[in-house]
Structures are given as C-alpha cells and as structure tokens.
C-alpha cells in the first residue's frame, strides 16, 4: 500500500472502511481482499484491475460496474488531478466556500442542480448507482493516498449524489442572459463559432474489406478534456472510446465488438421563452388558463470564504411547473420552458448504449431520450451504417423562437408539452452510395444520393446549409465506386485542403493582376498566391496570406452587422440548395479584395517577417517540450482537418481548439482501430504522457488502438489495482 501521511490516516481508516462495506454491499460483487491488501483498503480495489499501455492509455477490467466506476476515477486522478475534484465540488455548489464570494453564482447554479439530483438519485437504475458510488469512492481512494497533492480542505469525502450532480441538464445561463440583454433593448455580441465535429461511417460496400468503418473526431477546445480509455467487465462490457475528465460517462462515443458512433453537434433548438401575464391583483401569480397560479418560490442559501471567516447569502429562484422564471418587468413574467430542463438519466442511456449488442437494441437505448441533442452516426459489425438527428425536440403548437423571442401564453394550448417521437427525427439508415457524414450542418445533405426532402421538415428544424468543411467531406467521400481502407480513410481525414481558395482564389488573382503594376510587391505577393497548391500543409507557401487576405476583406465588406452576414456577403454567388455543392464562389466586391490584399502584406510582413512565409513556420502545436509545425485551419475556411490557433508570446500560432481527438475504427473480428488524442493521456505537466502525442498528431499520424488481451499485453507497460501500483508487475 502507498504511504499516507499523518494528516489523513486516522480519516483514512474510518472513511475507507466504511465506504469498502458500503459498495460491497450495494453491488453485491466479490468481497474478497487480495493478499497484501492494507487495513482500511476498500475492497474494490480487489475487484479493478488496471493495464496502462503504450501512451498511458488505460483498460480497466472490473468484476462489476462499481469496480469500474473506482477505477476509472482513480486513472483519471493520477493523470488529472486536482481538475476532477474540483468539478465535484463546483457540483456540490461549494467553490465559494474555499475561494471567496466570487464563485457564488456559480454555487447558486449548482446548488439547485444538486437538489435535482438528490430527488432523482432513487430513479436511477442499480447500475448507473453503483457506478457512481464506485467513482466517488475512487476518488477518495486516491485522495486518502495522496494527501499532498490537494490543498488542505480536500477531503475524501465524495459520494455519488455529488457524482450525479454533475448530469443534471439545466438550462444554458448565458443564453437566457443573452435574452435578458435584448429585453433591455441591447445587441448580443456575434461571432463564427467553430465549434463542431467530423463524423464519417462506410458501408461494407465502400470498404475494401467488406467490413464498415467509422470515424470519430470530435472539435472542441482542447481544454475540452476527452480521456481515452478501455471500460470492460468480462462477459457483460468491452467498450473503447473516450469519457470526458471529471465524468464517469459524458458525452462519450466509441465502439465494442459489435457497433460503434460518432457524435457531432447539432445545436437543436430546444428551448423556448413564454411570456405569462401577472395576475393584476397579486404580484406572484400569473394567469393560466384563465385563473390565477400562483408562482413557486424556493430560497437556496451559499456559504462563501470571507477573509479567515465564513459568510453566506440568500437568493430567491422562482418557476412555475413550465419551467424557472428568468425575468419580470412590463406586466410579464417571462418562463424558461426546455426540452432538457432536469433529465438525469444520461449515463443509464449510455450504459444500454456501450452494452448492445446490434442496431435494434441500440436504437432501443437511444428512445430514452436523455441524451438531448447531437447527430449520431453509427455503423456495426452486421454491415449497417445509421445516422439520425437526435434531439428532445419540443411538439410546438407554434413557430419556434427559442430564447430570442418570448412567445405569449394565455393556456395549455399555447405551449408544448411532448417531444416529437424518436423515430419521427431525421433518419437515414444504410443508404446509396455506402457512405454517411456530418460536421455539424443540418441533415439534409447527409448523403447526396438520398438527401432529405426540405420541405418534409418544418420550421421546428433547421434550413438547409452546407458548408464549406461538408462540401470538402463529400468531395472526398461521394464517389461510390471508390473503395477504401481504415488507412485510405484516416489519410482522407487528415487532408490539408482549404477548399475557400478553391473557391475564389482565381477571382483574387485576376482583380489584383488588374490593378497592381507587374513589378510591384502586390504582382509578386499575387504570383505566390497563384503557385501556392491550396493546402494548409506545414511546408506550403501561400496560405498565411491568403488567411489573412481572406480577414481583411471581411472587414471591409459594408453595411453587414453579422459576422456570420458578413462571410454570406462575402461570395459572388452566395449557398443555394439547388447547387449545393458548388457554391458559394467567387467575389462580390473585387475592388475591396484588392483593397484587403494590400493590407494583408503589410499585416503579415509585420507579424511574421515575411508575407512569403511557411504555414507550418507561423502555425505549430506546443505542448510540453514538443514545438512543431502543424497543418490545419478554421472549418469556416473550408479545412476539414479543422485547428483554430491562439497567439503565443512570440507571435507564432498555437492550436488550441478543434481537431485533438481522432478514433477510425473497422468492424472485423475483431475490430481493428486506430485513434490519437493530441494533448496526451495527462494534464500533469511532469508526466511523459502529457505531450508524447502531440507530434503524431501535428504528423497527421494515429496510434493502433490495443483492444483485445494480446493487444493489451503486447503494448502493456503496467499493470496494477488502485493505490497497490507495485503489487502486479509486467
């Protein structure tokens, strides 16, 4: 057993032996103790197992779903930290409490979210329980054992209440504050958000093995915390894929020996504001249905550092039974009602998901409705490849206006009360042409030979889009003669084209050889743009000025409040549905391109030295003591391997959001897989798994992926059980 210091082992052999008794007798497991076991150790450390392979990767074999639970929050405390109890504590609502008032929206927030999940706590299934009874329990573990690495307050203490407290849906805080703000007659700020996801399956045939494949490679900031990680208990789960750090299960996508999918966002349009009249007699009711009801109060009280001292304040929250009240004023009371609003049964739903075992029973665990949004794109060992456009999407009785607009409600009538059935959503399963994508536009062009029928969708969906990152999606994948390998299909993803120049680049080109003279800089910087191959590739010259080109000119474009109207405006010919993969090129204002050129010289010349310098000189990813040169670029520029970039202290560009998480995987028996996580296993600085990927990712590289026993011994580098890390050696 690792030594504990003074300050926990009284604590220690309390809270351990107790929290021991407790999960052996809620999961009704093995209650054995291996030999060598100290006193105090929770006998689910006999129940976990844990092979760490090449890259830290961890499998975790448990002997039930509480085992599973411990060490799996035990992995992710040696590589995380600190990170995952302190989400626990922001779920139990307690920032305030160890670092001062600041926090204390935060508290009150999570504070209402905890009672949620202790009204529900009863609901869950056994198995979503014990699992977080086995992850709190983990963390405690590692706590008891590593005392030193917290501050003094941490104790272990966690249970699952405070683990379910964390998958309580609530309602997103800034877009009701986003509401707000226009209330009071104020603009929200715009931006192109570019968030978002790729996600391709193949039928078997389009493979070259007969067998479908599917990619995973979700776009989020890459302090999103994706944790890759192998979840078996033999006979009953064996599933590759990642979890979120700070989470048992979140959000999660991956594959067992049988079926596999892909998440990307949808951003479903779930929520919708109404506007109640104020009873005119009493100022806390409101009139429904022709009577007067009276609004629910509830007072939550947080506690908050205060110097050496504690302090704790009060706040009111009022809802009605539609949902919370998010402003009064003018004779209104305007009400939050969403579709996600309190769901807690996110992990049951993925539990039945990781565990089925063909397309029936997982669409069967998908009807549970608790996972309220993203695209899901599937494909399994019998050959099938399904995509649907899942959200807990509201049955309207009136045009959606989500939180921008307050829709009045004088009734029942006037507001929603079902959700449009599962199987009524956008669905596509095995279709012509063998192949199913997304990366984040709506579903109607899902598959160019079966697209979807707009008009068979009303306004409670999204329009058609297609954007640049889609259209340069099926420039690679549509031809259906073309049959690929998991090989063919990782170098396809990691593809550096930026299909924006494809578009208008030649349009550039003729306007400035038009108005600058031969011998200039402008001529010159315009015969660099003309040979440069249109990629973002590290070694390519051509693609930092025209990035910079391409931002200059949206800037100058005028009378365009949008940003996202801005890019619109941007093209001669702008998106149409009836070309929609072809459009939109060209450019609308050729005299400001001009104008926008001669500014990107002096913009990049000034940042980077020369405006004929290397994307891979000015763009790198950095982690640890890995600096290297990496191609990539914003989706909106048409780059399907998408990087965004942040400004480093030297001027160079660092990726910081975007690709990071790439899994491709094909259903053979078994299934053979290959995955890259780029900011590494760990978040500790001093641990060699936290930059030992980011190079193979810059190379566009990925790393097979260990998943049977002799994948797992042949790449093991340890083997051990939580907090006995010396008594199982390789």
């Given at each position: ?11 220690l052999?309390t ?31 006999s129940?976990?197992e ?16 509480a ?7 035990y ?12 989400g626990?504590?922001?779920a ?11 926090s ?10 905890r ?6 706590y ?9 699992l977080?009874?086995?992850f ?13 690495e917290?501050a ?8 699952g209440?405070?683990v ?14 986003d509401?707000v703000?226009?209330?009071a ?6 931006a192109?958000n570019?968030?978002?996801s ?10 070259v ?21 192998h ?29 596999g ?11 919708d504001?109404?506007?109640?009249d ?13 009577k ?7 007072t ?14 009060t706040r ?16 209104k ?14 992990v ?13 029973e997982w669409?069967?665990a ?6 309220p ?50 199987d ?6 095995n ?45 690679l ?13 990782i ?8 299909l ?7 349009d ?8 600058a003279?031969e011998?200039?800089?402008v ?21 930092v000025l025209f990035?910079?080109w ?21 093209f ?13 090129r ?9 104008a ?19 994307w891979?000189d ?9 600096d ?10 048409g ?25 491709a ?7 053979r897989?290959r ?27 990925l ?9 797992i ?10 907090g006995?890390?010396?008594d199982?050696?390789?």
């Amino acid at each position: 057993m690792t030594c504990v210091s003074r300050r926990w082992h009284a604590r220690l052999t309390t809270i351990m032996s107790v929290a021991a008794l407790g999960c052996a007798a809620a999961v009704g497991g093995p209650e054995y103790v291996s030999e060598g076991a100290a006193p105090g150790e929770p006998r689910l450390v006999s129940q976990v197992e844990i092979a760490r392979t090449a890259f830290g990767v961890p499998h975790i074999t448990a002997h039930n779903v509480a085992a599973l639970g411990f060490g799996l929050a035990y992995c992710q405390l040696e590589d995380h930290g600190d990170r995952v109890v302190l989400g626990l504590v922001r779920a139990r609502g307690e920032l305030a409490l160890h670092f001062g008032p600041d926090s204390l929206d935060s508290d009150f927030f999570f504070r209402r979210r905890r009672a949620r999940a202790l009204e529900t706590y009863h609901l869950l299934s056994r198995d979503a329980r014990d699992l977080y009874e086995g992850f709190a329990q983990g963390i405690n573990w590692y706590i008891a054992l590593h005392p030193d690495e917290f501050a003094e307050w941490v104790a272990p203490s966690f249970t699952g209440h405070d683990v379910h407290g964390r998958f309580i849906l609530m309602s997103d805080q800034g877009d009701v504050a986003d509401f707000v703000t226009r209330l009071a007659g104020s603009a929200t700020p715009d931006a192109l958000n570019d968030d978002g996801s790729n996600a391709w399956a193949f039928a078997p045939s389009r493979t070259v093995s007969g067998h479908p494949i599917l990619l995973r490679n979700p776009h989020l900031s890459w302090n999103a915390g994706y944790y890759e990680v192998h979840l078996r208990i033999p006979g009953r789960l064996d599933f590759y894929g990642d979890v979120r750090v700070g989470y048992p299960l979140f959000y999660i996508g991956g594959f067992n020996r049988h079926l596999g999918w892909a998440t990307t966002n949808n951003g479903p349009d779930l929520d919708d504001i109404y506007a109640l009249d104020v009873d005119p007699i009493r100022t806390d009711h409101y009139m429904f249905n022709g009577k007067a009801v009276p609004l629910l109060r509830e007072t939550v009280t947080a506690e908050f550092k205060n110097g050496a001292g504690r302090s704790s304040e009060t706040r009111e929250f009022w809802r009605t039974p539609l949902g919370p009240v998010v402003h009064r004023g003018a004779g209104k009371i305007y009400v939050l009602r969403s579709a996600a609003e309190g769901e807690y049964r996110m992990v049951d739903q993925y539990l039945r998901m990781m565990q089925a075992t063909n397309l029936a029973e997982w669409k069967s665990a998908m009807r549970m409705r608790s996972h309220p949004s993203s695209n899901f794109t599937y494909a399994d060992a019998d050959g099938n490849i399904f995509y649907v456009w899942n959200a807990r999407l509201p049955a309207r009785p009136h045009p959606p206006d989500g939180d921008t607009v307050a829709v009045a409600a004088a009734g029942s009538a006037d507001v929603w009360t079902t959700l449009v059935p599962f199987d009524s959503l956008p669905q596509l399963l095995n279709p012509t042409g063998g192949y199913l994508h997304n990366e984040n536009d709506p579903f109607h062009f899902t598959n160019l030979y079966e697209p979807f029928d707009p008009l068979r969708f009303g306004s409670n969906y999204p329009a058609p889009e297609l954007g640049l990152r889609s259209q340069l999606a099926l420039s690679l994948i549509h031809d259906s003669t073309t049959k690929l390998t998991l090989e063919d299909v990782i170098a396809l993803k990691h593809t550096t084209r930026m299909l924006l120049a494809d578009r208008v680049k030649d349009d550039l080109i003729r306007a400035i050889r038009a108005h600058a003279p031969e011998e200039s800089e402008v001529a010159q910087a315009a015969t660099l743009l003309e040979q440069w191959d249109n990629t973002v590739d590290p070694e390519s010259r051509g693609g930092v000025l025209f990035e910079a080109w391409f931002a200059e000119y949206l800037a100058l474009l005028p009378d365009v409040e949008s940003r996202a109207d801005r890019l619109r405006a941007a093209f001669a010919t702008p998106w149409t549905i009836a070309a929609p993969v072809i459009t939109p090129r060209g450019l609308a204002d050729l005299d400001r391109a001009v104008a926008a050129f001669k500014q990107a010289l002096s913009v990049v010349r000034e940042r980077f030295g020369s405006w004929e310098v290397a994307w891979g000189d000015v763009h790198r990813v950095r982690r640890g003591d890995v600096d290297v040169p990496v191609g990539g670029c914003p989706g909106w520029l048409g780059c399907f391997r998408t990087l965004s970039f942040t400004p480093d202290a030297d001027g160079a560009l660092v990726a910081s959001r975007g690709d990071a998480w790439v899994l491709a995987v094909e259903f053979a028996d078994p299934p053979r897989a290959r995955s890259v996580l780029a900011y590494g296993q760990s978040g500790r600085e001093d641990s060699p798994h936290f930059s030992d990927q980011a190079a193979v990712f810059a190379q566009g590289r990925l790393k097979p992926v260990a998943f049977t026993d002799a994948d797992i011994e042949a790449q093991l580098t340890r083997r051990y059980r939580p907090g006995r890390e010396k008594d199982m050696t390789h």
